[in-house]
């Protein structure tokens, strides 16, 4: 399983972004997918991530400004983020796990696999 995420850079508060994932080694039919991040000096939190029958899950912290999607014939996973806050400033990892839990799960435990991340640094 390879995952490489891409997107990242600075931007203005309320400015927006868009990561994107792209994943090889497994299909996304059997796994759960998505997005974590750290910020400095911060342990890292689930961001959000989609399952493989298409259930998304947000943290509290995102939820309707952030929105999670994938394509399942290019093996790619992608974060939009909208209004983003000064807070947002992270590097955010792209990840998967075989599913066996929700969504829910992964967000807190996190997941098996992780690709490098990106940074996103979001200016007040």
């Known amino acids: 399983v390879q995952l490489q995420a891409s997107g990242g850079g600075l931007v203005q508060a309320g400015g927006s972004l868009r990561l994107s994932c792209a994943a090889s080694?497994?299909?996304?039919?059997?796994?759960?997918i998505g997005w974590f991040r750290q910020a400095p000096g911060k342990e890292r939190e689930g961001v959000s991530c989609?399952?493989?029958?298409?259930?998304?899950y947000y943290a509290d912290s995102v939820k309707g400004r952030f929105t999670i999607s994938s394509d399942h014939a290019q093996s790619s996973l992608y974060l939009e983020m909208n209004s983003l806050k000064p807070e947002d400033t992270a590097v955010y990892y792209c990840?998967?796990?075989?599913?066996?839990?929700?969504?829910?799960?992964?967000?807190?435990?996190?997941?098996?696999?992780w690709g490098k991340g990106t940074l996103v640094t979001v200016s007040s």
């Open positions: 080694g497994f299909t996304f039919d059997n796994y759960a």
């Open positions: 989609i399952t493989s029958d298409g259930n998304t």
């Open positions: 990840a998967a796990v075989r599913e066996f839990y929700s969504g829910a799960y992964y967000l807190r435990y996190g997941m098996n696999y």
